[in-house]
């Protein structure tokens, strides 16, 4: 029997957000540059790109027996309080002025225009993503459930991998290949089921057949699949593909699985200290939570620092640190309050 709570997934849990954070962050944007460019914010850029993959394999990881015994009725409870929180903070997102300054020099419409025209010039493409960038992850993970809890349903649960390959090639030529192969797609395929299909299916298959691998196996794995999503964004720049773009490569799924399969290889990790134990479960229960406040707070603390003119190497240290420690406070005043029902799970 699979554990509720395994250490070594709930440590890095908290990895992947700080990973997260700091794609969104952007520290050292600015400086150092080497030939001209920031390349140790773009690194960090792309080092970050393991987590959002990693929540999509813990989630199809967890809700696997659940998917398997009762299909429909696990996506309707699943799906619903998730979908609650997407559009909860999606009205929150659409409302919240992002630019300060333009807020107190020209007012509130002023300051909101452009972004709502920016949404509704795509309306499909803001449906499948929310009221702001981050909140994407929510219905392409509602997306890969339903199309898992479809399948099952109607006995076809063997075309999961095949039809989840299919969506992940396609997006990737729609998406990041799209120079090389000249497809276009109705949606940025980093929303929808494209590539979350595929991470979703990989956790519930590795829950549904209890496969195992050895840790050093599975940490070759994960080196050798994010040696190979740094090879491609450094290959798609002769095709003028920025290099911190990619949120999905042909080695990104290798990397989250080596990285998942040596978490599951190694489940106690963490557990020898209690006051580490229980420090770490107690922040990997709030993830969600500072996910979804976590942007808008990295879009505050730039506002803030610009109008009190902090900049520079300063920021570029305390953001990430700043970032988490805010998104964990609010998470945690929210928990206590009514508005819990809403804003979170």
Aim: glycine share 6%; hydrophobic share 55%; charged share 10%.
């Amino acid at each position: 029997m699979v554990p509720t709570k395994i250490m070594s997934v709930e440590c890095w849990r908290i990895i992947a957000l700080i990973a997260i954070i700091t794609i969104h962050a952007k520290p050292f944007s600015t400086a150092p540059l080497f030939d001209g460019e920031p390349w140790l914010s773009l690194v960090l850029n792309q080092a970050g790109r393991f987590a959002v993959p990693l929540f999509f394999l813990l989630a199809g990881y967890f809700i696997a027996p659940k998917l398997l015994n009762s299909p429909f009725n696990t996506l309707k409870r699943y799906s619903l309080p998730l979908l609650k929180v997407w559009f909860a903070w999606s009205i929150i997102c659409l409302l919240a002025p992002f630019n300060l300054t333009v807020f107190f020099e020209q007012g509130y419409l002023a300051e909101r225009h452009g972004y709502w025209q920016f949404l509704l010039n795509n309306p499909l493409n803001t449906l499948f993503e929310g009221g702001l960038v981050h909140l994407w992850y929510i219905p392409a993970l509602v997306c890969a459930i339903s199309i898992i809890a479809l399948l099952i349903r109607y006995n076809k649960s063997n075309l999961l991998l095949p039809l989840a390959i299919a969506l992940y090639i396609y997006g990737l030529m729609a998406g990041s290949y799209q120079p090389i192969f000249d497809l276009e797609a109705p949606i940025f395929t980093r929303n929808g089921p494209f590539f979350s299909c595929l991470l979703v299916v990989m956790g519930f298959e590795i829950r549904r057949n209890n496969w195992h691998c050895q840790y050093h196996y599975a940490v070759t794995l994960a080196l050798l699949g994010m040696l190979l999503h740094f090879f491609e964004a450094t290959y798609l720049l002769r095709f003028d593909a920025p290099f911190n773009t990619h949120d999905f490569l042909v080695g990104t799924p290798f990397w989250s699985l080596g990285l998942f399969m040596a978490l599951l290889a190694k489940p106690h990790c963490g557990e020898s200290r209690p006051r580490i134990r229980t420090a770490i479960l107690d922040a990997s229960k709030d993830v969600l939570g500072m996910y979804v406040v976590h942007l808008l707070v990295v879009i505050y603390v730039f506002n803030i620092a610009r109008l009190i003119g902090v900049e520079g190497l300063w920021l570029d240290i305390s953001i990430i640190p700043l970032v988490l420690l805010i998104s964990i406070g609010i998470t945690r005043l929210i928990n206590k309050t009514p508005l819990q029902r809403v804003l979170l799970r």
